[in-house]
Protein backbone atom coordinates (compact mmCIF):
# COMPACT_ATOMS: atom_id res chain seq x y z
CA UNK A 1 0.00 0.00 0.00
CA UNK A 2 1.35 3.82 -0.61
CA UNK A 3 0.37 6.51 1.14
CA UNK A 4 1.12 9.81 -0.26
CA UNK A 5 1.73 12.93 1.57
CA UNK A 6 0.97 16.51 -0.27
CA UNK A 7 2.44 19.98 1.56
CA UNK A 8 2.92 23.36 1.13
CA UNK A 9 -0.53 24.39 0.09
CA UNK A 10 -1.78 27.69 1.94
CA UNK A 11 -3.39 31.15 1.39
CA UNK A 12 -1.41 33.47 -0.61
CA UNK A 13 -2.24 36.51 -2.71
CA UNK A 14 -2.90 36.93 -6.56
CA UNK A 15 0.61 37.21 -8.26
CA UNK A 16 2.43 35.01 -5.81
CA UNK A 17 4.08 31.50 -5.34
CA UNK A 18 3.73 28.48 -3.60
CA UNK A 19 5.86 25.32 -4.31
CA UNK A 20 3.97 22.08 -3.02
CA UNK A 21 5.85 19.00 -2.22
CA UNK A 22 4.17 15.47 -1.63
CA UNK A 23 6.10 12.41 -0.55
CA UNK A 24 5.64 8.33 -0.93
CA UNK A 25 5.92 5.63 1.35
CA UNK A 26 6.99 2.30 -0.41
CA UNK A 27 9.92 1.65 -2.38
CA UNK A 28 12.15 3.81 -4.28
CA UNK A 29 12.16 1.68 -7.52
CA UNK A 30 8.25 1.85 -7.37
CA UNK A 31 8.23 5.83 -6.78
CA UNK A 32 11.00 5.64 -9.94
CA UNK A 33 9.23 3.95 -12.40
CA UNK A 34 5.49 5.50 -11.46
CA UNK A 35 4.41 8.13 -13.91
CA UNK A 36 3.70 10.98 -11.11
CA UNK A 37 0.44 13.69 -11.06
CA UNK A 38 -0.89 16.66 -9.96
CA UNK A 39 -4.50 17.39 -10.24
CA UNK A 40 -7.11 19.85 -8.87
CA UNK A 41 -10.24 20.45 -8.53
CA UNK A 42 -12.16 23.75 -7.09
CA UNK A 43 -15.48 23.91 -5.54
CA UNK A 44 -18.29 22.76 -7.87
CA UNK A 45 -16.31 21.67 -10.39
CA UNK A 46 -14.36 18.14 -11.62
CA UNK A 47 -11.21 17.27 -10.99
CA UNK A 48 -8.26 18.01 -13.44
CA UNK A 49 -4.84 17.29 -14.49
CA UNK A 50 -2.63 19.89 -13.77
CA UNK A 51 0.60 18.44 -14.21
CA UNK A 52 2.42 15.38 -15.26
CA UNK A 53 5.95 13.74 -14.89
CA UNK A 54 6.93 10.33 -16.39
CA UNK A 55 9.57 8.00 -14.89
CA UNK A 56 12.01 9.33 -17.85
CA UNK A 57 11.13 12.70 -16.80
CA UNK A 58 9.00 14.13 -19.47
CA UNK A 59 6.63 16.59 -18.03
CA UNK A 60 3.44 17.79 -19.46
CA UNK A 61 1.13 20.26 -18.41
CA UNK A 62 -2.57 21.29 -19.20
CA UNK A 63 -2.91 24.41 -21.20
CA UNK A 64 -4.81 26.25 -18.40
CA UNK A 65 -0.94 26.24 -16.50
CA UNK A 66 1.43 26.05 -19.14
CA UNK A 67 4.38 28.80 -18.13
CA UNK A 68 3.36 29.29 -14.58
CA UNK A 69 3.34 25.61 -13.03
CA UNK A 70 6.29 23.55 -13.00
CA UNK A 71 6.42 19.92 -12.26
CA UNK A 72 9.67 17.99 -10.97
CA UNK A 73 10.63 15.05 -8.88
CA UNK A 74 13.34 13.73 -7.04
CA UNK A 75 13.70 9.95 -7.42
CA UNK A 76 15.92 9.59 -4.24
CA UNK A 77 13.47 11.49 -2.06
CA UNK A 78 10.49 9.58 -3.13
CA UNK A 79 8.57 13.22 -3.63
CA UNK A 80 7.25 15.10 -6.27
CA UNK A 81 6.91 18.89 -6.83
CA UNK A 82 4.63 21.61 -8.09
CA UNK A 83 6.02 25.36 -8.72
CA UNK A 84 2.86 27.36 -9.20
CA UNK A 85 3.79 31.07 -10.31
CA UNK A 86 1.90 33.71 -10.84
CA UNK A 87 -1.05 32.49 -8.52
CA UNK A 88 -4.41 33.55 -9.97
CA UNK A 89 -7.80 33.40 -8.23
CA UNK A 90 -9.14 30.67 -10.34
CA UNK A 91 -6.07 28.35 -9.26
CA UNK A 92 -7.72 28.09 -5.64
CA UNK A 93 -8.49 24.43 -5.13
CA UNK A 94 -7.49 21.17 -3.45
CA UNK A 95 -4.72 20.08 -4.83
CA UNK A 96 -3.62 16.34 -5.66
CA UNK A 97 -0.99 13.85 -5.73
CA UNK A 98 -1.47 10.76 -8.20
CA UNK A 99 0.94 7.66 -8.40
CA UNK A 100 0.65 5.78 -11.29
CA UNK A 101 2.65 2.56 -10.90
CA UNK A 102 2.86 0.58 -14.56
CA UNK A 103 1.47 -2.61 -13.45
CA UNK A 104 -0.20 -1.01 -10.30
CA UNK A 105 -3.64 0.53 -9.23
CA UNK A 106 -3.11 4.23 -9.38
CA UNK A 107 -2.54 6.01 -6.09
CA UNK A 108 -4.26 9.37 -4.49
CA UNK A 109 -3.20 11.75 -1.65
CA UNK A 110 -5.33 13.52 0.60
CA UNK A 111 -4.92 16.29 -0.88
CA UNK A 112 -3.85 20.05 0.15
CA UNK A 113 -5.92 23.43 -0.48
CA UNK A 114 -4.56 26.33 -1.88
CA UNK A 115 -6.46 29.98 -1.76
CA UNK A 116 -5.75 32.54 -4.17
CA UNK A 117 -7.03 35.53 -2.94
CA UNK A 118 -7.81 38.82 -5.57
Known amino acids: QVQLVESGGGLVQAGGSLRLSCVAS??????????MAWYRQAPGKQRERVAT???????NYADSVKGRFTISRDNAKNTVYLQINSLKPEDTAVYYC??????????WGQGTQVTVSS
Open 98 to 107: NQKPPTEPEY
Open 26 to 35: GSIFRFRIST
Open 53 to 59: ILSGDNP
